[in-house]
């Protein structure tokens, strides 16, 4: 029978057919495609969002009479979210800063208040997953009315398309600054727009952004349209902004500002426009902020940084951002640095310090004015109610120091008042022989009443211990020193006061150039017996009993450094020239352009072969690297362990060596090498998989998904409590969710006011950061939660960290004292927190088990940094990991990376030569350590102290819940693997179907064929 031809319809439908088919197979392959290649990239995240599948198999053992619930929450996932949010009113509300008030606050209750600024377009109170309340919504719910045809401007109307750029994009890829606000012109064009704010209380939300990855511009050359704005820096407002700022205060007496941004912005100006009355500072506008503006709540808060008329006049602005390294051809490198000059000058420490000099008139301090360099002090903040103290004591008992103040409420208000304690050091001629630089004061503790009522008193504790006088010799004895001489306590309302007081003792007065009278009733003297300096007390470490001596000489590079007895001589200047190259990453203004205008340009330096070659290497300064190891390997022994069989075992109890030698080679490799957002589980050893999440302002997964206010608003309260507090919650919230570890807190130190990420870190102050950081610590750790510290250190500022593309780590120049004393503080505090209890089964002589309990550290955990320690990577370093950390602090906990996905420089033998343990990758094309030798017994000592560091957390966290020895874990399924598998089943079936289906359309079945030609023939008939 001859084959009948198609028609050419019948073709053309053929071909659009097949069409169809083929966009549907590409469709089906590109589903395979994801779920095979792409997906398993990312499988870990996605599991830990949606909920991680874990479980223990206990049908082998007896748990009768056991508990083995060894953490447990305080709350049900029902009745967790009333205490959250409990808690982050009281963050917000004691976390404001009442900055100014002339009469403007507090507001009655149902006054209307007109939110001008583009910017006051925000929801607060917003979770992981969105929801929270406009901003408007917020401030009527508790109390008082919003205009709402101006919010609806800003929200709908002409107003509606400005706002600030986002800061960073992409991690630190770009960046966009624009403040971009809505011009006054605008709102004048819009008929009744001002007329509506008439009988109403303006309050003007001034804010700024910044973010992960980049820092604020220290010009806004890139970012600005007129070149007036240009040369100001993002921490002022522009011309657009002072245009409205100036009409407010031209036609109304009562404005109220608020300042919403994590940098202490430059508010000089605010003595131009009297009319702005009052001024809050809030990082985190909250829910709860009606109840600050209505009296509800008296502020409480306290500055956490210096407010200074012009940031980058600091010392430490003088190098901070942009600066390339040129080699001596003068090519431009692919490295980058930063120099701290400033020493130990940050913040207040200078500010102070200098003034003291100029009052004293010592130490060349030249033409500096006090009352021009600072708007507001550290640790400054206002009431609505006012406060009488009296009564200052400080009684010693051995090495403690206990100071008293009492406090009285003597407004008309309820409120909270602070109590700070200063300490002055003697600045000895010991100490300039050797360059041991002493701030003028220091905080070395702080204390806040309950909420008084009116003519209520109360008795403020605090206490200090003799060790905190110590400084650190870098030059001399190489170690912490204890200077004869007369040390002055202060108790005080910030860090001005403070020296004020000192001053009084001291016999000045405002006809030495004071800005105001100290008072000398709140100063005591402490004159320690020693009447020499004392080199040896404070040369080892108070818990670890190791010596104590200096690490970092090689950090210290070819810089000098600021000192007290030569200000003007030694202040600091940019260590390098301005290049011929834009800065894009927002420098000051350092020279002018072709056309002789201002302009931006990204500084530059020569690095010598020598130096180059340092920040080429991978050598992480181990002195035993290279040396002869007998370590025996040993792989998958049958030893029959599990990693809960050394719960509450201590960390050199023999039975560890037993468990490590169970693990094979894939397990040294797969944990050291791909550990992020999550330690993978070990069958070995029964290690169960453990769930990290960040972030330091909640858990974004493993959690609730609440969101609290940032780090910032929760120092500026200067409420240990509630700092314990949230760390407790978030432990609450991991029982209840599931994550293992947390990584936070955060405790860089804000060396200035432009560092993109201040809102996560705590403030200038070691001493505060370190308090709030470990009572967060402690808080989580009492629930089972282990907790990163980071960024291990001296991450302080965001430009060039070494995060992404073409960026290798900012090799950061700095001398150890102020290493020491100022950037390595906090997480040396977190160290020497108390233990907490860990609960664990203990085996019987009988056989059986019973519930027991012991202690073992709080901070289990530690991030190391992108950036260099000198031209050493700090998760690399040697000296920092193993020399400080782990042989001085004697820490045994897990240490990781920052991400290591995107850090092309973080090698993995590096990392563990240097003492750390693993990388936070979790794309295996990163795990970068190709040179993973199992048979090199080297490599395998090192990676065996590696895994023990992290066997050894996971034991004794709440991983563990539900585990006694003999316990099996069970892992998953987790939803990627069944999504996975589901889409293979579907979308091969698919194919198939598809394939066939194709070839039925070129070769119909004889049943098809036939009904086709009878469809044919009828309609050829027809």
Request: proline share 3%; net charge negative; aromatic share 10%.
């Amino acid at each position: 029978m001859q084959k009948k031809k198609l028609t050419p319809l019948q073709i053309v439908d053929h071909i659009l057919h097949t069409g169809i088919l083929a966009v549907l197979a590409v469709v089906m392959a590109v589903l395979l495609f994801a779920a095979n290649v792409i997906l398993p990239s990312y499988a870990r995240m996605i599991n830990a969002m949606l909920g991680y599948k874990k479980s223990w198999d206990n049908s082998k053992v007896q748990t009768e009479g056991l508990d083995l619930d060894y953490n447990t929450a305080d709350y049900t996932a029902d009745t967790i979210g009333d205490a959250e949010k409990d808690l982050t009113d009281r963050i917000d509300n004691e976390g404001v800063v009442l900055l100014k008030n002339d009469g403007a606050l507090p507001l009655a209750e149902d006054t209307t208040v007109s939110l001008f600024s583009a910017n006051s377009k925000q929801n607060v109170g917003a979770g992981l997953m969105g929801g929270g309340s406009p901003l408007n919504t917020a401030l009527t719910e508790r109390g008082l009315n919003v205009n709402e045809t101006l919010w609806n401007f800003y929200t709908q109307g002409a107003g509606a398309g400005y706002g600030l750029a986002s800061g960073s994009i992409g991690y630190g890829d770009a960046e966009d600054f624009r403040i971009n606000e809505c011009p006054l012109s605008v709102m004048q064009g819009e008929s009744g727009l001002l007329d509506s704010v008439q009988g109403t209380t303006p309050v003007y939300i001034l804010k700024r952004v910044a973010g992960e990855g980049r820092d604020m511009p220290r010009s806004m050359y890139n970012h600005a349209a007129s070149e007036e704005d240009k040369v100001r820096s993002y921490l002022e407002p522009d011309s657009t902004e002072r245009e409205i700022l100036q009409y407010l205060n031209d036609n109304y007496d009562n404005t109220v500002l608020i300042v919403n941004s994590n940098a202490a912005l430059e508010l000089d100006w605010l003595a131009d426009y009297p009319n702005i009355k009052s001024v809050l500072y809030a990082p985190t506008i909250g829910a709860a902020m009606a109840d600050v503006l209505t009296g509800k709540v008296s502020p409480s808060g306290r500055t956490v940084d210096t407010f200074a008329a012009d940031a980058s006049a600091s010392p430490a602005a003088q190098n901070f951002g942009d600066y390339a390294y040129y080699d001596e051809n003068g090519s431009i490198t692919k490295y980058n640095y930063v120099t701290y000059e400033e020493g130990i000058y940050v913040g207040y420490r200078y500010y102070e310090t200098r003034y003291e000099d100029v009052v004293l008139d010592q130490g060349n301090a030249g033409d500096y004015d006090y009352a021009g360099e600072v708007v507001y002090p550290f640790g400054y903040g206002l009431s609505y109610t006012t406060f009488d103290w009296s009564d200052f004591k400080a009684d010693w008992s051995g090495d403690t120091c206990t100071a008293q103040v009492t406090v009285t409420n003597t407004g008309d208000m309820a409120g909270k008042d602070v109590v700070e304690l200063y300490v002055q050091s003697p600045y000895t001629d010991y100490d300039k022989a050797n360059g041991v630089e002493k701030p003028a004061v220091e905080l070395v503790g702080y204390g806040k009443t309950s909420e008084l009522a009116p003519g209520a008193s109360e008795t403020v504790s605090v206490t200090f211990t003799k060790d905190q006088l110590k400084a650190y010799d870098a030059s001399g004895a190489k170690t912490y020193i204890l200077d004869a001489g007369d040390y002055y306590i202060t108790a005080a309302k910030n860090a001005h006061d403070a020296i004020n007081n000192v001053l009084a003792a001291k016999g000045k007065t405002v006809a030495d150039g004071m800005t105001a009278d100290g008072d000398a009733a709140f100063a005591t003297v402490y004159t320690p017996a020693n009447t020499e300096t004392d080199t040896t007390t404070y040369a080892v470490d108070s818990r670890t009993g190791a010596a104590v001596t200096n690490q970092l000489d090689a950090a210290k590079g070819d810089a000098g450094y600021l000192t007290r007895s030569d200000w003007a001589g030694t202040f600091p200047k940019p260590d390098g020239e301005p290049s011929d190259v834009i800065s894009t990453w927002g420098n000051e203004i350092n020279g002018t352009d072709a056309d002789g205008k201002p302009a931006s340009y990204q500084y530059k330096k020569t690095a010598g072969a020598e130096l180059v070659a340092q920040l080429d290497s991978t050598d992480s300064g181990n002195p035993t690297v290279g040396d002869t190891y007998e370590d025996e390997i040993v792989y998958g022994a049958d030893n029959g362990l599990s990693l809960i069989d050394l719960r509450g075992k201590s960390y050199d109890d023999p039975m560890w060596n037993d468990l490590l030698d169970q693990l094979t080679a894939d397990d040294y490799y797969n944990i050291i090498t791909c550990s992020g957002y999550g330690v993978p589980a070990i069958n070995s050893v029964g290690k169960p998989f453990v769930i990290d999440a960040d972030t330091a302002s909640g858990l974004i997964y493993g959690g609730t998904g609440t969101m609290f206010p940032n780090m910032m608003t929760l120092a500026q309260t200067w409420n240990q409590d509630l700092a314990q507090e949230y760390g407790t919650m978030i432990g609450n919230e991991a029982v209840i969710g599931g994550c293992d570890g947390w990584y936070a807190p955060s405790m860089n130190i804000h060396r200035t006011p432009f560092s993109g990420r201040n809102g996560e870190y705590y403030s200038e102050d070691p001493f505060l950061s370190g308090t709030v950081a470990s009572k967060e610590v402690y808080g989580a750790a009492t629930k089972g939660l282990y907790a990163y510290i980071k960024h291990f250190a001296f991450n302080d500022q965001e430009n060039h960290r070494g995060d992404r593309d073409g960026q290798y780590g900012a090799a950061t120049w700095l001398n150890e004292q102020s290493a020491r004393e100022i950037y390595l503080k906090p997480f040396e505090m977190c160290m020497k927190l108390d233990d907490v209890t860990l609960n664990y089964v203990e085996k019987q002589a009988d056989g059986s088990y019973k519930n027991a309990t012991t202690t073992i550290p709080a901070a289990l955990g530690v991030m190391t940094a992108f950036n260099r320690v000198g031209a050493t990577w700090t998760g690399g370093s040697y000296a920092l990991i193993t020399g400080i950390l782990r042989t001085e602090w004697g820490f045994n906990g897990a240490v990781i990376t920052d991400n290591a996905n995107t850090g092309v420089f973080m090698g993995g033998q590096q990392m563990i030569e240097a003492g750390g343990d693993m990388k936070l990758t979790y794309v295996k094309n990163s795990a970068r350590w190709d040179d993973f030798d199992k048979d090199n017994a080297e490599t395998y000592h090192y990676a065996r102290e590696a895994l023990h560091h992290v066997l050894y957390t996971t034991a004794n966290t709440k991983a563990m819940n539900g585990a006694m020895p003999g316990s099996i874990y069970k892992d998953g399924p987790q939803v990627s693997t069944t999504v996975r598998t589901v889409v293979n089943i579907l979308c091969t079936l698919l194919l198939i179907l598809l394939a066939y289906r194709v070839f039925r359309v070129w070769k119909p079945s004889k049943r098809k064929l036939a009904k086709m030609e009878a469809k044919a023939a009828k309609k050829a008939n027809t």
